[in-house]
């Protein structure tokens, strides 16, 4: 598909359409990277020589797609349209990485990495939240080897909710930066996997700490981003998180307070896409991820409000802006984008954190 033919299947709307072309496009991009090892950016601590190894011995079921929390979300990506698409061309080709990596012998590994000495802080929060996503994907899948995998993957699972329960209670404030270590987005996904699981006492725990950290913000000001290489936005993720935990009628009125600059008007100029200079760049390019979480972002907050709210025009045609600028990245051209973007295209075009799982 070109990219014109790609923009045209999945603009217009606050709802795209996800045809198998596209999905096939991005399952191609997580196929590429889930096991090739190298290039690869470890953040890993040795507590000895024998953790001087290569990735795919540190971490067997998570070592390709340059870094950790990339190969967790390409595998959501791959199970994410498996499901969507059961009868696609490339769903088996998906299935047998799945089944490649999610073996028991790799999810041992992987949690024994996790609880080795002087990890504690791993991949926390976003790594950790990707893999509660994982988690929850293949919960929800219907297929036996769906059902196999989540069951191969509880030990993880099992961990990484745990390191997350663990820190919540200590941690002071939260994050408000644009990349990793932001704390709403991850709340987000920890969140919706809470839900997934049926863990009560992790969604009450999210629960008090949203509130807590977020539920008196004001004003957010969303005129100071981005940094340049932010790949999420502070203000809007907030929002987007606020608007799981709070009722419709509280939601707006938090929100009014918290953007108050959001156009009434139709039509108002108000919030554009970012432009990359250099997609070779690794940190650069976290702009075309922006203008990616930028729109689902505005989608979920469009989503909560009431069909009258005179602030919905303008969110769902700076979300379209965003959508499209982002989608137009998503080439496989440098492996710097190549390695993620799919992921987050992904989860727009499929409303994960909006609509319920197919």
């Avoid at 191609?28 to 507590?47: F, G, Q, T």
Wanted: with cysteine.
């Amino acid at each position: 598909m070109t990219r014109a033919l790609l923009l045209l299947a999945l603009a217009g709307a606050p709802d795209p359409a996800l045809d198998v072309a596209v999905a096939e496009r991005f399952a191609k991009l997580a196929l590429a990277c889930v096991h090739k090892e190298y290039p690869n950016k470890l953040a890993h601590v040795l507590n000895g020589p024998g953790d001087v190894r290569a990735p795919r011995q540190l971490t067997p079921a998570f070592y390709g797609c340059y870094d950790w929390h990339s190969a967790v979300h390409g595998h959501w990506l791959l199970a994410r349209l498996a499901r969507t698409f059961p009868d696609a061309p490339f769903t088996p080709a998906a299935k047998q990485a799945l089944g490649k990596s999610l073996t028991a012998k790799n999810v041992a590994a992987e949690v024994a990495y996790l609880s080795a000495p002087g990890r504690v802080s791993f991949e926390r929060p976003y790594g950790l939240a990707w893999l509660l996503q994982l988690a929850a994907e293949l919960r929800e899948g219907s297929d036996p080897d769906f059902q196999r995998w989540a069951k191969t993957l509880e030990p993880l699972e099992k961990a990484a909710a745990d390191r997350l329960r663990a820190w919540l209670p200590k941690l002071s404030r939260p994050i408000r930066i644009g990349e990793h270590d932001q704390t709403a987005f991850a709340f987000g996904l920890a969140w919706d996997w809470s839900r997934v699981a049926k863990d009560d006492a992790m969604t009450q725990l999210l629960r008090e700490r949203i509130t807590t950290y977020y539920g008196a913000d004001r004003d957010c000001p969303l005129r100071f981003e981005p940094n340049g290489q932010d790949f999420l936005s502070p203000c809007l993720a907030e929002a987007d998180l606020l608007r799981r935990v709070l009722s419709a009628k509280e939601y707006a009125s938090w929100l009014s307070g918290f953007l108050p600059g959001i156009p009434t008007k139709a039509g108002a100029a108000w919030l554009a896409p970012e432009v990359v200079t250099d997609r070779s760049d690794p940190k650069l390019a976290h702009l075309d991820g922006l203008n990616l979480s930028r729109a689902w972002m505005l989608d979920g907050i469009a989503s909560a409000l009431d069909a009258a709210d005179a602030r919905l025009p303008v969110l769902r045609a700076t979300a379209e802006a965003h959508r499209v600028a982002g989608l137009e990245s998503v080439t496989g051209e440098h492996y710097e984008g190549g390695h993620w973007l799919g992921s987050f295209a992904t989860y727009l075009v499929t409303r994960r954190g909006i609509a319920p799982g197919p």
